[in-house]
């Protein structure tokens, strides 16, 4: 299949409905918290998306409809001195899965971090996500070397 990627409008209400539900519905699986986002998050969320300046989203688009969501922040490389991009949530609707959606997220990622001079594409994977480590070892990401990453809440 192919798949229209573009920036997600967050001002748009279609898209920004299309970024709370993509997230939602990722939220509500084993990877995800297997509990839908909490109602005062799905209305905080975009308010809060809007004013992260370093926030970027896109939307991969089977015709109209939103199928597949990247959230990422552009972040600095201090062993680099240049930006980077970590894609902190990447989540396809799962009857398009294996159908190209991810990878088409993943180029639009990529595509801008090399246009703003980053020097790296940073990202997070739990390890019992192997659907996902595998798109992301196809597309050139590094598995062979581990590093933990911690959590701490702090909201109760």
């Known amino acids: 299949m192919n798949f229209h990627v573009r920036p997600a409008d967050l001002d748009d209400a279609r898209d920004a409905g299309s970024v709370v539900a993509l997230l939602d519905s990722y939220a509500r699986e084993p990877v995800g918290l297997s509990k839908p986002l909490p109602h005062d998050v799905r209305e905080r969320l ?80 739990l390890e019992a996500n192997a659907g996902a480590r595998a798109l992301y070892r196809r597309f050139g990401f590094d598995d062979s070397t581990v590093t933990r990453f911690l959590v701490k809440p702090l909201d109760g």
Do not use: M
């Open 46 to 125: 975009i308010p809060a998306l809007k004013d992260i300046a370093n926030a970027r989203v896109w939307l991969a688009l089977d015709g109209d409809a939103a199928v597949g969501i990247a959230v990422c922040f552009v972040g600095f490389s201090t062993f680099r001195a240049k930006p980077l991009l970590n894609i902190h949530d990447l989540a396809v609707l799962p009857e398009y899965r294996g159908k190209g959606a991810g990878r088409a997220l993943l180029q639009a990622a990529e595509d801008y971090a090399r246009r703003e001079g980053c020097c790296r594409l940073t990202l997070e994977v």
